[in-house]
C-alpha cells in the first residue's frame, strides 16, 4: 500500500525557476526520504530528513517537514535542464524498508 | 567501488519460463531488497532480507523466491513467468533499513 503521495503528478516550469512538490503520509514516521529518478534509470538519494527536524537544506535543494499535518515538501531552487526527472518520497524505517509515492514527473522547459 | 549492479538489463520471457535475476553490492551493505516498478504504480516492495541467510516478504512477494547466501548477493527468481509481472525490477541496498538506499540501474522484464 502507498505510504507516501506526492503531489503534483506532473510539474513543467520553465528553466532557472523554482519548483515545489509535496509529499503526504498516513501513518506516523522516523524519517522522510526523497529519491530523484532520470529517465531509463535507478533511484538516486536526494536527501534524509529526520521526524525532530522541520527543515534541511542540501544545494538547491530545501525539504521541510511538517509531522503534525503528516506533509513534507522538496523546493528545488534555479532549476536546469539536468533536474528534468522524477522525484519520490519514501517512508518508513522497519525492517520491510520504504514505502514509496506515486512520483511527481518534473519537466524544466528551456 | 561498484555500488550495486544488476544483470541482465533487459530480459524478454515466455509465459511459464523461469529465470533468475541477479543483484550484487560491493559495499558491505546488510540490508538488501527487490522492488517491482510499474506506470502508475510507484515502487512495490517485493521481498527483502536484512543479513545472509535471512529473507522475508514485502508487499507484492507472489511468483517470486528470493536467496542471501551471502552478504553481496541477492538473487530474485521467477518461478513461472507470467505477463502481470512484465515490469523493471530494481535491487536496492543499505546499512540499515531506514537509511539511505542505492539502487541498481533496474532490469526491464517483458513476459509475452
Known amino acids: 500500500s502507498q505510504q507516501g503521495e506526492e503531489d503534483p503528478q506532473a510539474l513543467s516550469i520553465q528553466e532557472g525557476e523554482n519548483a515545489t512538490m509535496n509529499c503526504s503520509y498516513k501513518?506516523?514516521?522516523?524519517?522522510l526520504q526523497w529519491y530523484r529518478q532520470n529517465s531509463g534509470r535507478g533511484l538516486v538519494h536526494l536527501i534524509l530528513?529526520?521526524?525532530?527536524?522541520r527543515e534541511k537544506h542540501s544545494g538547491r535543494l530545501r525539504v521541510t517537514l511538517d509531522t503534525s499535518k503528516k506533509s513534507s515538501s522538496l523546493l528545488i531552487t534555479a532549476s536546469r535542464a539536468a533536474d528534468t526527472a522524477s522525484y519520490f518520497c519514501?517512508?518508513?524505517?522497519?525492517?520491510?524498508?520504504?514505502?514509496f509515492g506515486k512520483g511527481t514527473h518534473l519537466i524544466i522547459q528551456p | 567501488n561498484a555500488g550495486v549492479t544488476q544483470t541482465p538489463k533487459f530480459q524478454v520471457l515466455k509465459t511459464g519460463q523461469s529465470m533468475t535475476l541477479q543483484c550484487a553490492q560491493d559495499?558491505?551493505?546488510?540490508?538488501m531488497s527487490w522492488y517491482r516498478q510499474d506506470p502508475g504504480m510507484g515502487l512495490r516492495l517485493i521481498h527483502y532480507?536484512?543479513?545472509?541467510?535471512?529473507?522475508d516478504q514485502g508487499e507484492v512477494p507472489n511468483g517470486y523466491n528470493v536467496s542471501r547466501s551471502t552478504t553481496e548477493d541477492f538473487p530474485l527468481r521467477l518461478l513461472s513467468a507470467a505477463p502481470s509481472q512484465t515490469s523493471v525490477y530494481f535491487c536496492?541496498?543499505?546499512?540499515?533499513?531506514?537509511?539511505?538506499?542505492?539502487f541498481g540501474p533496474g532490469t526491464r522484464l517483458t513476459v509475452l
Open positions: 530528513i529526520r521526524s525532530n527536524e
Open positions: 501513518t506516523s514516521i522516523n524519517n
Open positions: 532480507s536484512v543479513g545472509a541467510g535471512i529473507t
Open positions: 536496492a541496498s543499505s546499512h540499515a533499513p531506514g537509511n539511505e538506499q542505492f
Open positions: 559495499m558491505n551493505h546488510e540490508y
Open positions: 519514501a517512508t518508513g524505517g522497519g525492517a520491510d524498508g520504504l514505502t
